[in-house]
């Protein structure tokens, strides 16, 4: 133990300029986006523009540990030669500074790269696999936050305890990187934020939707922006639809019509629609899914026992968000920030620190030759942590040694192979033995 201790004061050296996995997150990325947006910092200060985009990288890592904290640990001051300290005031000033504007098209420019980097290879039926879904943030109850984010209603005269945050998200299906994401108020509904999100899909590619997100505007316009850009969704139990073409039993091409509020919203809209529907032979319980509506026509290509099965990997997204909002932010009930501006930037830094330990995550499953999605968040995201406090003050050029070494060691929390379903999907009922008091009533 003393041995390691010593090699480890040896390899320590003066602190340097923060330079935290350089491979995956160059400080020149973070320079630009300052530069286009404005933001960077044109005389010396304590507390500079990049290294305040740090520490909100920071905190999506650190959820439970005090602002001031990490701003100590990951040495983001730069003091004068007296080692003057930084006011704890000063950090909420530098943020305001900042805005979340920097913030945002960091996540789009890293985002970017890191799908493209890690998701060239692994394919269904040589499409790249995502898929859209929503999920909420809740977020303190302030005048400010309840104007800009709203509540969701349980009913006409009554909602939530706090304000939401409705995020919508474009998730690759292979390693669970977030490609991009579109949130804001709660008042928008998930469709109108997935609409946001269609110039974001690749071409030859396989998006995967929930049935609530079935709309002709919506899907008509995801499969037109890119060659071979299709989409996959169950069908609702209430859609009216004419077959054209049976191809086998349970396989159809069919025909809807648009309606005329879909068509008026967007006039370029046909008056009908075609679309593939497989169903399954049996249904196993009351509430399972009837078919599947897709755009992938081609019968030679696309077997429909294949999109039978591929529907399930949509399941990939939900444990994405279950990595995120259980594991990251630690099941927090709210987001910390207390104004609108704050909470969109700690919503950008979370997205960004999580697609950090996912980038990482792919680089430890291509060295040990297994899935990503075989690779422990958990423990990944914890040696990244110590990691992160490590980089600020290690010497640059041992960085790359570190690194490998963690690597190494993550291979040993590769998780076993997922098992097949035992029993059939459950919903435990959700209730309380306490009575709930509204603060709003």
């Given amino acids: 133990m003393l041995s390691n201790w010593l090699l480890d004061t040896d390899t320590f050296a003066a602190p340097e300029d923060l330079s935290v996995f350089q491979k995956h997150l160059p400080m020149e990325w973070i320079e630009k986006v300052l530069v286009e947006t404005d933001k960077a910092s044109m005389r010396r200060r304590k507390l500079p523009a990049e290294l305040v985009v740090w ?79 929503g999920t909420q943030l809740r977020c303190a109850d302030t005048p400010e936050t309840a104007s800009e984010f709203g509540y969701i209603k349980h009913r006409q005269d009554k909602h939530l305890e706090y304000p939401v945050v409705r995020l919508c998200a474009l998730m690759s299906l292979r390693s669970r990187l977030i490609k991009d994401v579109a949130f804001g108020s709660s008042r928008v509904g998930e469709v109108n934020y997935a609409k946001q999100l269609i110039s974001s899909a690749s071409a030859n590619s396989l998006t995967i939707f929930d049935r609530c997100y079935l709309s002709a505007e919506l899907m008509i316009n995801w499969q037109q922006h890119n060659q071979e850009q299709h989409w996959l969704t169950p069908i609702k139990s209430n859609t009216k639809y004419r077959v054209i073409e049976q191809y086998s039993e349970h396989d159809f091409l069919i025909e809807m019509s648009v309606s005329n509020h879909a068509r008026k919203q967007d006039p370029s809209l046909p008056e009908v629609w075609q679309a593939r529907l497989v169903t399954y032979p049996e249904n196993k319980q009351s509430n399972h899914i009837k078919g599947l509506l897709s755009s992938l026509t081609d019968i030679n290509k696309y077997k429909a026992e294949d999109i039978l099965a591929v529907y399930f990997e949509r399941w990939e997204i939900e444990n994405g968000y279950g990595e995120l909002k259980q594991f990251q932010l630690d099941n927090a009930i709210l987001l910390r920030s207390q104004t609108v501006q704050g909470i969109k930037q700690e919503i950008w830094g979370l997205l960004i620190a999580y697609n950090l330990i996912r980038a990482e995550i792919s680089q430890i499953a291509t060295e040990a030759q297994v899935s990503p999605l075989r690779i422990s968040f958990v423990m990944a995201m914890r040696f990244i942590q110590d990691e992160f406090m490590w980089c600020a003050i290690a010497s640059p050029g041992s960085i790359p040694k570190k690194l490998r070494a963690m690597r190494e060691n993550v291979k040993q929390f590769i998780l076993p192979e997922k098992r097949k379903r035992p029993k059939a999907r459950t919903v435990r009922i959700s209730k309380t033995r306490y009575p709930v008091k509204s603060k709003h009533a």
């Fill in 55 to 133: 520490l909100i990288v920071g905190i999506g890592l650190y959820r439970n540990h005090p602002i001031t904290e990490v701003v100590d640990k990951l040495d983001l001051i730069l003091s004068d030669k007296l080692g003057e300290t930084l006011a704890p005031s000063a950090i909420p000033q530098a943020r305001k500074r900042l805005s979340d504007t920097p913030l945002a098209e960091l996540f789009k420019l890293t985002a970017t790269h890191w799908s493209q980097q890690q998701d060239g290879d692994d394919t269904w039926c040589g499409l790249s696999l995502f898929s859209v879904d």
